[in-house]
């Protein structure tokens, strides 16, 4: 296996940019592979997670000298955050650039939890990736209504469209959302990264629809990005409440530094496009050095050497993209019903979780039941890809209107 520890990398002092290089092509959505894009997102969304972490690591860090290394790199981080977002076409719609993010989530987070070594831990994925499948298949109706074009174009038939866990009942009462973190004394190395990976994502995906749901004039696409905004911000309480809140700030630096060369170098494996494939292969190199970086740092102010934090034998298996039918058919039929108590999950509705459908929805319909119903009325039906037959769950199958397909 590649081990990021034993290579050195680009040096720190080269790899500043120029603005001709900071300024990529950017792909072309009509014949890129969807899951590119996805890689794309993904990244972005790493890379964000790495400069806001080292923008609190310095806010709490009273070396002097710390701080301008920090603040160094953070700069050369911020430039591979615009050069992997830039690399997005301008020509997307927010909707377009959403039906991503949300193929994204439930993708990427299928392929953690089928992978993820601790039971908790995988039962936490499970759980979040059918609100997320749900979301792709409330906006990909809501993209067909608005700009009369199908979600099929977005992701390809890779993910199916159905509904998951319906996002009227995703709202649960804050403390309902704390999970129990891992050991970071015994959990397996992997899971570390399986858990800042998807924190990541899932933190892009908050602060995206939070800035651009007001972006819209439709009322009905304002409130639907409204909800689910709040959703995932759920999310991000859900998967950063897994982290052992007893992990310091430098071993927390080498392991943000230590994921982000997994990923450069696992997408670097699969990547297609040889423009975006170059830019993964630089940036790797990049983090190289980031890693060594944070390494020094560790083995100075905290006296243990980065193997005591991320293991000795090099990177796990490369996270790929790749469809996950199967495996969401298997959720949906079986998990689709939980809900969350305490630290745990339960399949019937409780206290907390009444009083808090309550408080939010006041017996109205929430965004998320009204665009289908809106769908429905314009189009006869409402919008889903079902490639592998009906939807597993019998009461969620078409039973009215015309089942529309991509």
């Not at 015994?186 to 602060?207: C, G, H, W």
């Not at 980031?290 to 298996?317: M, N």
């Amino acid at each position: 296996m590649f081990n990021p520890l034993e290579h050195k990398g680009i040096p720190l002092e080269d790899q500043i940019r120029n603005w001709r290089e900071l300024n990529v092509e950017p792909i072309d959505p009509e014949a890129i592979d969807p899951y590119t894009r996805c890689r794309i997102i993904t990244m972005n969304g790493i890379e964000v997670e790495a400069i806001n972490f080292q923008h609190q690591f310095a806010r709490n860090c009273p070396d002097q000298e710390v701080r301008r290394q920090l603040a160094y790199v953070r700069y050369l981080e911020s430039q591979q955050q615009r050069v992997v977002n830039w690399l997005l076409p301008g020509l997307a719609s927010v909707l377009e650039t959403t039906l991503g993010y949300e193929q994204v989530a439930v993708d990427l987070t299928a392929w953690v939890a089928r992978h993820e070594p601790d039971a908790y831990l995988k039962q936490a994925y499970e759980f979040g990736v059918l609100e997320d499948f749900d979301h792709l298949y409330r906006y990909a109706n809501l993209y067909e209504m608005l700009e009369r074009r199908k979600a099929g174009k977005i992701v390809d038939g890779l993910t199916e469209v159905m509904p998951g866990r319906p996002t009227v009942v995703e709202h649960r009462h804050p403390f309902d959302e704390v999970r129990t973190p891992y050991d970071r004394e015994s959990v397996d190395p992997r899971s570390k990264l399986n858990a800042l990976t998807i924190l990541s994502a899932e933190q892009q995906v908050m602060f995206y629809y939070m800035n651009v749901g007001p972006q819209y004039m439709e009322p009905i696409a304002r409130q639907l990005y409204q909800e689910i905004s709040l959703i995932e911000q759920e999310h991000v309480t859900h998967y950063e409440s897994l982290l052992d809140p007893g992990e310091n700030w430098w071993e927390r630096l080498l392991t943000h530094e230590y994921n982000e060369c997994w990923l450069y170098y696992s997408f670097l494996q699969r990547e297609s496009d040889p423009k975006v494939k170059a830019v993964w292969e630089l940036h790797l190199q990049m983090e190289l050095a980031h890693l060594q970086q944070a390494a020094d740092l560790l083995r100075r102010h905290d006296g243990r050497e980065p193997e005591q934090i991320v293991g000795s034998a090099g990177l796990p298996e490369p996270l790929t993209f790749e469809p996950n039918k199967e495996y969401l058919r298997h959720l949906l039929a079986t998990q689709i019903d939980l809900t969350k108590l305490g630290e745990g999950y339960v399949r019937e509705a409780h206290e907390r979780f009444e009083w808090m459908q309550r408080q939010l929805h006041d017996g109205q319909k929430p965004p998320s039941e009204q665009v289908i119903d809106l769908h429905r009325e314009r189009f006869g039906g409402e919008y889903r890809i079902e490639t592998e037959g009906p939807h597993p769950v019998e009461e969620l199958r078409t039973r009215e209107g015309v089942l529309r397909r991509a």
